[in-house]
């Protein structure tokens, strides 16, 4: 509803106010004003009022506040509607509907209202922020200034600061620093943090920080203000930075610097500087709390400290759906799928009422080694639950579905999506890239563009990939190349592994290695064993040798998989002295190869198989029928290739010595 629409409504009204006094009967029966001896000295002067109708406003009672409004009508307080003590409880009937979300009957009031004063313009800009309405507390504040630069206050331009979060509002943050000036309000501390904190929410860091530098006063909330800004933005260093200055400073404690402290943590994985926070938070008695408490967990859940975050989760007196949300990531983001399932499933069956953050989160889980019914049912939970159209859980959906093979299904979360943001369309593009279709995957992209979505670096990395798995090395440079050009975002790593890993698939191996030591950067463990698996696959001995050295001068955490790919090299080869020297590094540093396993999903049960396993309930009726299948492949790869197949005759003598299978 616009503002012209409200008046043309409140002008139709006969009354000035829009409630009967039916309500004030369910207390007093039928007649109009309680008796004198049972009339409430709380509601005798308009300071009572007020302060109850306030009461009622922060309680949300709407009712208890519809009975004092009608009270107000029968009694001599708005006797004269133009003295003071009028206004003061009209503004309090005005808040209170705002507060309460009935903007309908607050502008009925606000219409109404003989005299309008700046807290009376407030009530109405504030009720409309806080309830959505966020255009017409816009209007509503462009009212207000053109009546003139005197009738707003600080607290008008708080407000419509408060609700200037996106980049697109930018100018109008700019509009309003400018009336701050204007009206003689920057010397106020509260109108400085308001305007710190838009600019950080519309990214323009440069402004806030010259807001923050020019504050005569800063008080905690400024720092706060600050501190979190630079951490939301990824300038987690700096925030760091501004932390260890507030200390020294000596404002004062705020749990909120702290919690916006542990966010910076988190960004960076600074973990000793965790810990001291932690250890200040301990000190200073912030640690019984829920959200410091599932910052914390988030903050070891970065850094890989799965035990203290087990630790801290266990110890918390309350649990609310932040602290479960956040076990849940992080025993998927560290490698836990199994546990973050059964505890899933735990919470599950203890009825606990779950939010649309905590199954967005559980969708994480699931890949190509875990049950996919399991998923479905989570799908059909997430349909009970009316979460469809939210769309980080279409993006988890059509994630979850990709990664376990369905790829048809995650298509059809996706058509079925009402609200897509740029998230959807990369989920989509890598679930193609993921399956090997690359075509397809650029075909959504200019589909993507066309819808006027903005591509993110997560899209070129999917495009990256599907040009990769399609041998598009032309077309992935191009992509590569207009990423900085065209979008001017900077890339990353895994940008630069994903070139390499893509000149390497097409047998370009000397110009991968060329593109490495181009780099503007230090390239890390990930492009190595980008070209290091390139090499293996094209039994490249001189650049696989060259990239081990250097994975393992940049990591050496006693990782198998160089050792690995290089004995790989050398096999391809026949280079068996180099690979036994390998093997016997490998087992001089007590390196072991982790065991492969591969599994099948049969009857909603996953079977796991490794290397010459025995343990299998079946694997006699299994192995006869996989020895069957390899002479099928020898005897076809004979036919068409006029030569028996390499070590077939070795491979079933030791397959049916081993297993005893009869033919």
């Known amino acids: 509803m616009n503002a012209t629409a409200a008046r043309c409504l409140a002008g139709r009204l006969n009354r000035p106010f829009p409630h009967s006094i039916f309500p004030i009967r369910a207390f007093y029966g039928n007649s109009l004003s309680p008796p004198p001896q049972e009339r409430n000295p709380f509601l005798d002067n308009a300071a009572s009022i007020s302060l109850q109708l306030s009461y009622c406003g922060k309680e949300g009672n709407l009712r208890l506040g519809n009975c004092i409004h009608a009270f107000t009508i029968k009694t001599p307080v708005l006797a004269d509607l133009y003295s003071q003590n009028s206004i003061r409880v009209l503004n309090s009937i005005l808040a209170m509907y705002a507060r309460c979300g009935e903007l309908h009957d607050?502008?009925?009031?606000?219409?109404?209202?003989?005299?309008?004063d700046t807290v009376s313009w407030n009530s109405m800009i504030s009720g409309f922020i806080r309830n959505g309405e966020r255009e017409m507390g816009f209007e509503y504040f462009k009212e207000l200034m053109s009546l003139g630069v005197g009738l707003f206050d600080h607290a008008s331009l708080t407000t419509i600061l408060s609700a200037c979060d996106k980049a697109q509002l930018l100018s109008g943050i700019r509009m309003v620093h400018g009336l701050v000036f204007l009206s003689g309000y920057e010397m106020v501390v509260s109108v400085g943090n308001a305007l710190v904190t838009a600019y950080f929410r519309c990214g323009c860091l440069d402004s806030g920080m010259r807001v923050f530098n020019e504050m005569v006063e800063k008080n905690v909330i400024t720092w706060t203000a600050v501190i979190s800004g630079l951490a939301q933005n990824e300038f987690c260093e700096e925030s760091l930075r501004l932390f260890d200055e507030f200390r020294r400073e000596s404002v004062g404690s705020n749990h909120l610097t702290y919690l916006s402290a542990l966010l910076a943590c988190s960004g960076i994985q600074a973990l000793m500087k965790g810990k001291q926070i932690h250890a200040i938070v301990l000190k200073l008695g912030f640690q019984p709390n829920p959200s410091m408490e599932s910052a914390l967990m988030d903050m070891y859940s970065k850094c890989g400290i799965v035990e203290d975050v087990w630790r801290i989760f266990?110890?918390?007196?309350?649990?609310?759906?932040?602290?479960?949300?956040?076990?849940?990531?992080a025993f998927v983001q560290n490698g836990f799928e199994k546990d973050a399932l059964q505890i899933f499933i735990k919470i599950i069956k203890s009825g606990i009422d779950i939010d649309a953050n905590l199954l967005s989160s559980i969708l994480g889980v699931f890949g190509s080694d875990t049950l996919l019914n399991l998923g479905k049912q989570v799908h059909s939970l997430i349909i009970k639950k009316g979460f469809l159209t939210n769309p980080f859980i279409g993006n988890g959906l059509i994630n979850m579905y990709s990664k376990c093979g369905e790829l048809h299904e995650s298509v059809i979360v996706f058509d079925q999506m009402h609200l897509r943001n740029p998230v959807s369309w990369n989920s989509l593009i890598a679930a193609f890239a993921r399956h090997g279709n690359g075509f397809r995957a650029l075909d959504l992209y200019e589909e993507m563009i066309s819808a006027g979505v903005e591509p993110t670096d997560v899209t070129f990395l999917s495009l990256l990939h599907a040009c990769s798995h399609v041998g598009l090395v032309e077309k992935g440079m191009e992509f590569f190349k207009s990423m900085q050009t065209v979008n001017g975002m900077i890339p990353r790593m895994e940008h630069y592994a994903s070139v390499v890993d893509m000149l390497g698939r097409s047998g370009l191996l000397n110009e991968a290695k060329c593109f490495i030591e181009r780099l503007p950067t230090k390239p890390d463990v990930q492009v190595w064993q980008a070209l290091l698996g390139a090499c293996s696959f094209h039994g490249n001995t001189d650049i696989g040798m060259h990239a081990a050295q250097q994975w393992l001068l940049d990591s050496p955490d006693n990782t198998p998989i160089p050792?690995?790919?290089?004995?790989n090299i050398h096999s391809s080869k026949k280079q068996w002295k180099e690979r036994a020297t390998i093997i016997k590094k490998m087992k001089e540093t007590r390196i072991s190869k982790e065991t492969g396993i591969s599994w099948i999903e049969?009857?909603?049960?996953?079977h796991n198989f490794v290397v010459c396993d025995q343990m299998h309930p079946?694997?006699?009726?299994?192995?006869?029928?996989?020895?069957?299948l390899y002479r099928h492949m020898g005897d076809e790869w004979q036919v068409l290739n006029k030569k028996p197949l390499s070590h077939m005759d070795c491979d079933e003598y030791e397959m049916s010595r081993i297993f005893n299978v009869s033919n």
Do not use: G, H, W
Not at 314 to 329: G, K, N, P, Q
Not at 563 to 567: E, F, H, S, V
């Open 618 to 628: 079946q694997c006699e009726t299994i192995y006869r029928a996989l020895l069957e």
């Open 602 to 606: 049969i009857a909603k049960k996953v």
């Open 563 to 567: 050792y690995i790919l290089l004995a």
């Open 314 to 329: 266990e110890s918390a007196e309350v649990l609310d759906i932040v602290s479960l949300t956040v076990i849940l990531v």
């Open 106 to 116: 607050a502008v009925k009031v606000f219409e109404n209202m003989p005299v309008r």
